[in-house]
Every structure is written in C-alpha cells, then in structure tokens.
C-alpha cells in the first residue's frame, strides 16, 4: 500500500493552506462520548507496525504524483522529497498514546501526533485519515468489554466458577465483516476480553502485531449443511455421528439443532444421553433461530428434563456436565443481559449458556459509536507555540481541545484526566514519564518505541 495515497483528497491541498509563518502542529485523538461512558484503546500498535513502520519510496512518489494530477487535486512533491531525501522515506513524526488496553472515560485524549521536522509540520494533519482508524478496534474492544461487565455480573451471582467469563463470548463475525483486514482488527480487538474465537484470521494478526502465540480457542462444530447433507429422516443418526467422532478426542462439540425441529431435535438428544455421557465429551446445542430469550430458555429446560441438573452453591441449577447450550441467533449486548436475566429469574446459572456474536460484534457501528476524532490543538506561529481549537456554536459537543495535551492517573482517587502539558513535557521529553503521566512515545522517526503483547492488553481491562 501506498501511505502517501491513503489519505483523503483534501488534504493533499492543506499544505497550501497554513499561514506561512506556521512550522509547528500538534494534533490528539479522543472518544468524545457516545454510546459508552469508558473506552478500551486497542489497534495503534497494529496501524503503526502495519502501515508506518516502512519508508515511502521514489516510486510512491511518482505513482502519488500520477493519480492526484489526474484526480484534479495538488501533490506536496517537494515535501515528500525532502522526507525521502533526509529521513530515508521514515515519518519525522512523534505519536504518543495510552497504553492498549487502558480502560479510559470518553472525553480524554488518547493518541498525540507531533512533527519534529518542521518542514514538514503538515504530515501531522495528513496522517488523520489512516490513524484515526483506531476507532474500529477501540470501538470493538469497547463493545466487548462491556459485553463481559454484564455477563461477568450474572457469573459472579449465579455461578461457582465466574473466571470462566473469558469463554463466554465466541467470536461469530469474520463472515460479517467487510474485508479479511476488518476481520482480523476486530477480532483482534474481541482477543482483549475473551478467549473464544471463529475469526481465524484474527489468530494470525495476534501473532504477528502482538506476540499472541495462541491468544483464542475454537472446538469442533456442525453447521447446517453438514446436518441437511445426512436428509431429514436422518438427523438423529447425524447426531449419534457427531457425538462418536468428536467425543473423547475433543473437550467440546457443538451441533446446530434447528435445522428442521428444534424440539424433535431436543428429544433426539435426551436419547442419546448415555452416548453422550460415555463420550467424556460437552455437547453444545445450538438452537439458532426464533426469539432469543424465548429459545434459550426452552432448550434449557428441556435439556434439564431429559438430562437432570443440581443446583450449585449460589442455589442455582447447572445442566448435567455433557450438556450445555450455546446462542448464536439475535445476539447482541441487550439479548445478552435479556437471556442471562431471564435465566437468573427462572433458576438457572449462567453456567449453562454461551454466546456466538457476528455482525454486532464486530460490524455494526461506526466512527460516532464513541464520537472519535481528531484535531489540530495548537501550532507554531512565528516561533511560539499558540492553542488552537474548533467551537461549533451550531454543536457545542463538537468543541476541540485546545494547547498541548497529557492524560494522567491519580491512582488514589482513581480516575483519568487530561490536563495541558509544556512544550518541554509534550514533545521535548515525549519519551519521559513521571509522576502520574500514563502516555507513553510508541512512534518517532518511523521506528516503533514501545510495545504490548496481547497479554499484557489483557491484564490492563483487568484492572
């Protein structure tokens, strides 16, 4: 990929555009609010090592030359020359931004761009467009994390084993997605809260962005064409066939079951209990379709009619061991908490149910989910540094921040705060942390400055 086209086409002209005596621009990245109070930041350490970590090249530039001369818009050639020329093709840019996995309130900066060149100051603005992409995975990681507050909630109420949380959110949405490049961000992203995972692609991008050497599991599963292949007359024996040629081999096993009957399904079940049992294996049901809520809790108690259950120490009832359910159907945050609430109020734990997200995992929001942006707060101006800010009077919640930026932790209060930091503090000692400072310099000079493992993003929801 070309970085010098993966911008938007305005700003190819902004360069023009500056006061002539401007040769500084510092610019932030924040959650402005939206649908959640608290973001999780994840996906910098992959756009950086991805996409910013190689230099541009001569052909770059004359392949950018080509396309904007004849998209009708002007190309800073010199500019991206003079990178070429002093820096080897690497961005003179400084990036500073919260540890991933930090759990932040919206309205805190997270991400600070700076330009220690400044020749070419206006690279701050032109990376907006491929750096604020961090939305997506932050967005997901956020919409997770949340997802496992609530189940966390009914596990710590109505289970004996609540750490098994991290295996109740199964990642469904690589198909869902619209590209492979989605699929593996997000799933990455859904990799900072849980453990359960379809989205291969997403193992790999683990691996390679962030030392993950195996950070998600999967178990063996049917799908509807393998039930409809055996014909309707034969589900039952498709059924005993799961059961003997994953049981025993594998921990798991799970098999859609409504693929014509659901409760023709279930009984199917109920008769092979002893196979099941012998197996050594947990059979996972699917129901899959039809009322969420509704479904779950009929599968669930008919399995308790044909397999028994015991009520654990909380006083609610778990399914005999080898059988458990699992939703893939109509889930999103609010079937969640319906089911597992449901469930609470009839006397089951949440022990008995898993959940399989797709598309409301990873594909349904967008860029205002958590209202992000990014903009300009301060620039130099004939050798001073002057703040800088956009205040809509149409839309007040659109109001910037404005001068040099820092977030810090007080750790005895326990909360966040972004507060204005000194030319000294924000760009000369951008490697230096004290005190209460929590952004760390990830980025200068196109080398990569720190980095996490996804374990380490892990510990840090945690806190």
């Known amino acids: 990929m070309n970085l010098i086209l993966d911008t938007d086409s305005y700003k190819t002209s902004h360069y023009l555009q500056y006061p002539k005596d401007m040769t500084g621009m510092y610019s932030y990245i924040e959650s402005r609010g939206g649908e959640y109070d608290k973001t999780v930041f994840f996906g910098l350490q992959y756009i950086l090592k991805r996409y910013l970590s190689k230099p541009i090249t001569d052909i770059d530039i004359l392949e950018a030359e080509l396309v904007f001369s004849k998209h009708g818009v002007p190309f800073n050639k010199e500019g991206w020359q003079y990178i070429l020329k002093t820096y080897k093709g690497y961005l003179p840019v400084s990036i500073k931004a919260v540890p991933e996995g930090t759990v932040v309130p919206t309205g805190n900066v997270l991400v600070t761009i700076f330009c220690v060149d400044p020749k070419c100051f206006w690279l701050v603005s032109y990376l907006e467009t491929i750096l604020l992409r961090v939305w997506y995975p932050t967005t997901v990681a956020t919409v997770s994390y949340h997802i496992k507050q609530d189940i966390k909630k009914y596990m710590e109420k109505t289970s004996d084993y609540p750490a098994d949380v991290n295996f109740k959110l199964h990642d469904f949405g690589s198909r869902g997605v619209s590209s492979s490049e989605s699929a593996m961000i997000g799933g990455m992203a859904h990799m900072v809260n849980f453990q359960g ?25 049917a799908e509807h064409s393998t039930v409809t292949s055996w014909g309707s007359n034969n589900e039952g024996d498709f059924f005993n066939h799961m059961v003997e040629t994953f ?44 009322d969420p809520t509704g479904v779950v809790l009929y599968t669930v108690r008919m399995l308790d009619k044909g397999f028994g259950s015991k009520k654990n120490s909380k006083g609610y009832k778990v399914l005999n061991p080898c059988i458990r359910v699992i939703q893939g159907d109509g889930i999103n945050q609010k079937s969640i908490n319906q089911i597992l609430e449901a469930l609470e109020i009839v006397g089951y734990s949440a022990d008995n149910i898993n959940f399989g997200m797709g598309g409301a995992l990873l594909q349904h929001m967008n860029r205002d989910t958590l209202k992000f942006a990014m903009k300009c707060s301060a620039v130099v101006r004939d050798g001073k540094w002057i703040g800088v800010n956009k205040n809509p009077s149409t839309d007040p919640t659109k109001a910037s921040k404005k001068g040099l930026l820092e977030l810090h932790y007080t750790k005895e209060k326990g909360y966040f705060t972004t507060s204005y930091s000194s030319w000294e503090d924000a760009v000369v000692n951008a490697t230096y942390n004290h005190n209460n400072r929590v952004m760390q310099q990830v980025y200068l000079n196109g080398q990569i400055r720190y980095t996490s493992t996804l374990s380490e993003i892990n510990a840090r929801t945690e806190k």
């Open 247 to 290: 049981g025993g081999k594998y921990k798991h096993v799970a098999v859609v079951s409504d693929s014509y009957d659901l409760t023709s399904a279930l009984k199917k079940w109920v008769s092979l209990r002893k196979t099941i049992e012998k197996s050594n294996s947990v059979l996972v049901v699917r129901p899959d379709s039809g």
């Open 197 to 221: 995972s379809d989205t291969t692609i997403a193992l790999v991008g683990a691996r390679r962005y962030y030392d993950a050497e195996m950070p998600a599991y999967s178990i063996p599963a």
